[in-house]
């Protein structure tokens, strides 16, 4: 369909030209109805600098600034609503655990300087997701009723293994689960299964259960494999309990 042209005509008659002339000259309030005359552009008033300075920034995100976290970076960036998410089970360290750590990390240390113990321990069951605000609740919810008929289990984690996080941008001195492996897929078959109701990333395929002692900005597996390791496991035989 093809819009209609616009098309302005001019009158020949000498009775419209006079209603013209006399519309022109007449004054509001004089008995007749002037014709409608466009209106004045309008101009808009001057801002002060101090109002469009005011809120400069305001819509950015947050600066991402990695020095303020040891050098790690984002392996997603932030977006506002967006929640980093981690499924894991906590492991309360004992005393005999913090005395192995106290042997193996100098002696991993020697290899790479920059490597930093951990801060509390845990062996992960789940990718970092990201979940929107209003999926927290029922996220939460739908994990419980998974886990809900779940008993605790034993397990032992006692190989010494080098890590590194997908993006090869983290580094971690581990503990590698090789008893309980069994039990630890299942508890990731249930926390699957709430990832894909939600439409998030699942766990690794062959997942290797542990627990990271240490920790380093950047991969450095050719440093700490090898040589570094054997001594690590050595160490870890040494001071097994």
């Given at each position: 369909?093809?819009?209609?042209?616009?098309?302005g005509?001019s009158?020949?008659?000498?009775?419209?030209?006079d209603?013209?002339?006399?519309?022109a000259?007449?004054?509001?309030?004089?008995?007749?109805?002037?014709?409608?005359?466009?209106p004045l552009?309008?101009?808009?008033?001057?801002?002060?600098?101090?109002?469009?300075h005011?809120?400069?920034?305001?819509?950015?995100?947050?600066?991402d600034?990695?020095?303020?976290?040891?050098?790690?970076?984002?392996?997603?960036?932030?977006?506002?609503?967006n929640?980093?998410?981690h499924?894991?089970?906590?492991?309360?360290a004992?005393?005999?655990?913090?005395?192995?750590?106290?042997?193996?990390?100098?002696?991993?240390?020697?290899?790479?300087?920059?490597?930093?113990?951990?801060?509390?321990?845990?062996?992960s069951?789940?990718?970092?997701?990201?979940?929107?605000?209003h999926?927290i609740?029922?996220?939460?919810?739908?994990?419980?009723?998974?886990?809900?008929s779940?008993?605790?289990f034993f397990?032992?984690?006692?190989?010494?293994?080098?890590?590194?996080?997908q993006?090869?941008?983290?580094?971690?001195?581990?503990l590698?689960?090789t008893s309980?492996?069994?039990?630890?897929?299942?508890?990731?078959?249930e926390?699957?299964?709430?990832?894909?109701?939600?439409?998030?990333?699942?766990f690794y395929?062959?997942?290797?259960?542990?627990?990271?002692l240490?920790w380093?900005?950047?991969?450095?597996?050719?440093?700490?494999?090898?040589?570094?390791l054997?001594?690590?496991?050595?160490e870890?035989?040494?001071?097994?309990?």
């Open positions: 369909m093809s819009a209609a042209p616009l098309v005509y009158s020949s008659s000498s009775e419209d030209e209603e013209a002339k006399a519309g000259q007449a004054q509001p309030g004089a008995g007749s109805c002037p014709r409608a005359q466009s552009p309008s101009q808009r008033l001057p801002v002060p600098d101090s109002v469009l005011m809120f400069l920034g305001t819509e950015e995100g947050p600066e600034d990695s020095a303020k976290h040891g050098g790690r970076v984002r392996t997603f960036p932030h977006e506002r609503g929640w980093a998410t499924v894991y089970v906590p492991y309360e004992k005393e005999e655990f913090l005395d192995l750590l106290d042997m193996l990390l100098p002696r991993a240390q020697t290899y790479v300087p920059r490597l930093v113990r951990m801060e509390a321990f845990h062996l069951l789940s990718q970092s997701v990201v979940l929107r605000h999926w609740l029922p996220f939460v919810q739908a994990l419980k009723d998974r886990m809900a779940f008993q605790g397990f032992i984690a006692n190989r010494v293994k080098i890590y590194t996080n993006e090869k941008t983290r580094t971690f001195v581990g590698e689960v309980g492996h069994a039990q630890f897929l299942d508890l990731v078959s926390v699957d299964r709430v990832m894909e109701e939600f439409d998030l990333t699942t395929q062959d997942p290797s259960f542990h627990i990271s240490a380093c900005v950047g991969d450095a597996r050719l440093q700490l494999e090898g040589q570094c054997r001594e690590l496991q050595v870890d035989n040494c001071g097994r309990v």
